[in-house]
């Protein structure tokens, strides 16, 4: 389903990220249409599994997919839009950073961390860097083999 070797980079990247960012989950995610599915997850919790899917409206990472732009927030219980966020409600992530994969005008699916606990300082300009990179590192990776650009198309 995906290329050799995109699992284990994708368990590499959440494994890692968590690790330097602090955060006690990391997942990479697959969007396709209205569906947010687990590709990869690194979480002290495992509330959440790889290959699970649940619908996009219903997570965080649909903001970052409507809009194919990076979310940073350090304390999302002072963010009033994502406070009464279905995902928050039934589990009140707090700290959240997720940047987009991109193939072409297509947002594939996101790498994000999070945390239950809000961060005592916002995401620096290296940590949001980070995980741009490691987004672009693995859409580099679907392009190379040629993977199929369907997911959820950006605004212009």
């Known amino acids: 389903m995906y290329p050799a070797g995109f699992r284990q980079s994708c368990n590499r990247v959440v494994d890692e990220g968590r690790q330097r960012l602090g955060l006690s989950m990391g997942i990479v995610s697959r969007i396709q249409g209205e569906q947010y599915e687990i590709v990869a997850v690194s979480s002290k919790t495992g509330v959440f599994v790889a290959d699970e899917a649940f619908p996009l409206k219903k997570t965080y990472c649909r903001e970052v997919a409507e809009t194919g732009v990076t979310l940073a927030l350090n304390a ?7 406070h009464h966020h279905p995902l928050y409600q039934s589990l009140p992530l707090e700290a959240y950073i997720s940047a987009p994969i991109c193939l072409g005008d297509n947002v594939w699916g ?16 290296d940590d949001i860097s980070y995980v741009e990179l490691e987004a672009k590192r693995l859409a580099h990776m679907l392009e190379a083999a040629g993977f199929g650009t369907e997911g959820v198309s950006r605004p212009h």
């Open 76 to 82: 999302i219980d002072s963010d009033s839009t994502l």
């Open 110 to 125: 996101t790498v994000n961390f999070s945390c239950m606990k809000p961060r005592t300082t916002a995401f620096s300009v």
